[in-house]
């Protein structure tokens, strides 16, 4: 949007139909019984939805002139410490102490709110603000949700993501789209068959032969 | 200090039959039989181990030979010796309340005089016309003083980087807030000069009443100069307090305020995008609101200490101890601040007499003795909760009295 590359409007015609189409499918994995075991009524969705729009809406004069004073250098850098946060603290489905989906959120819209305001309209910041929730807040829930149900196609769907992240870079910087491409690939693909390939030499095994150890408490026996 | 030891005041010879011992206190030298200065308040015990020693009494006078002291003056009390108990007790009594009100007097008196110098001064040249005439421009010099300030604010002041459109705002404002104190004070100048020559009559109750007016004068003149403290003041602490709080929430933590600690709390999506999107606003916007504070906060600061300063000169001309000082002066023996013991008599079988000598009191110790309560405006906060406050933007009430009504 900064370069003029994508029309706005156009990128909010792009996210409201998606995001329709995300509660949608939302809905229809489970079936109706997430309907019935959920708290949350669809008209309290649109309600939520409603004062994601007013407020982002009225703030977005405001968004726009924040970081005038502050160099560009600085919120670039700033943003991609933050979007680093968001990556290390994201709740990835493993039992870590550090997995923290609250923070991973909040630090991902300070991120995408810093780099709102360097667009040239307000309108651009507004938008920039919905698309970056959408992406962080939304896609998040859908994904956990396709996961649960249908495993199979949570794997086209990851692939796809990661293409249309691929695709959109070079239009930014060509030389950047590479080491993404690699790094990609490696983190995916090498390191899980590297660490398959480093069973092999593992020396410590446990199995029935071990001593037991207690790893709980005895509450459970005593309740 | 003051050590004391139950041996025979003084005797080399032990050889000698009994003699009544005495509680006596020794001077760091070592010399006995000379007791060091006591407090006010102390009493002196002499004690007698022996049931045949008889009662001990002791002679004082006044130096230089003038006589015995009166009775009332120094009180010694004594009584037979039974053994191992104190024998007698000579107390000496504090200021009676006679001195408080002669010096409550003379302060009064010389405030009094002082106050019509004042005013025979200002009236000789009549100078109210002057005064009067010089503070219309003043507060005018001060209000443009303010402006220019301000439009420096709005710049980019020292190299900082502000948010403009925040600052164009809050510059705007103060500075209007200016224009309306600038005509107030052109409204009120033609009527300047009779209140003041109204005001100055008011010198011939006292020195202290004319600097409490010029106090209050100082109060009025910049009382825009406090509105803009408490503005900024009000407005960094609300945002402060909103960072802490959803710093908080970017954490997804919140304050417990049953337990009065912070917990971890899951907060809505909604919640938290709004949460986040306030907190990068505020974040943004506070090195602007906190310039704007520690520039106002420094200029009323500026003015308490002032006022301070006067109020300071008022306490010291109310509480010092006039009287008592010139007491010491004249008369030192009237002001004790302890005794001397020398013994005239000490033989075996006979009563132990003792010469007693008033010690004057020292200057440092008759002003802080016989100081007059003062109005206590001293503030009541320390150096480090003034920190505090300051940093979280809580307003500062110099003159507020503990029993007071909180805000």
Redesign the interface.
Known sequence: MDEGLLAPQWLFGTGLASSLIGYVLFYLTDGDEGRKKSVRTRRADLK?AQ??IT??YG?SP??K??????STDTIYALAAFMLLGHLIFFDYGANAAIA?C??S??VA??AS??LASRLPRSLHAFIM?MSA?QIF?LWPILQKKLKACMPRSYVGVTLLFAFSALGGLPSLSAVGAIPFALLLVSISCLCPFYLIHLQLFKENFYGPWDEAEIKEGLSRFLS | MLRGSSRDCGSPNAGKPEVPKAYCLRAPQGVPAVATVLHLEQAVYLRAAQASAGPAHARCQYPQGRGPCPADEVRALWAPCPPLTPAAACTLTPAEPASRKANTLVSVLLDMALGLLLLSWLHRKDRFAHLAEALVPVADRVAEELQHLLQWLMGAPAGL?????LDQVLGRFFLYHIHLWISYIHLMSPFIEHILWHLGLSACLGLTVALSILSDIISLLTFHIYCFYVYGARLYCLKIHGLSSLWR????KKWNVLRQRVDSC?????Q??????L???LI??LPTTALYYLVFTLLRLLVVTVQGLVHLLVDLINSLPLYSLGLRLCRPYRLAAGVKFRVLEHEAGRPLRLLMQINPLPFSHVVRTYRLPSCGCHPKHSWGSLCRKLFFGELIYPWRQRGDKQD
Not at chain 2, 266 to 270: E, N
Request: hydrophobic share 55%; aromatic share 18%.
């Open positions: 939520g004062v994601f407020f982002t703030f405001v968004l002139t924040l970081t005038e004073s502050v923290s609250t923070l959120l909040n819209v300070f709110v810093c603000a929730i807040a | 980087k502000m948010n403009r459109a929430l970017f954490r997804g899951s907060y809505d999506l909604d938290l995008f709004i949460g986040t999107l907190f990068t606003i943004f916007l």
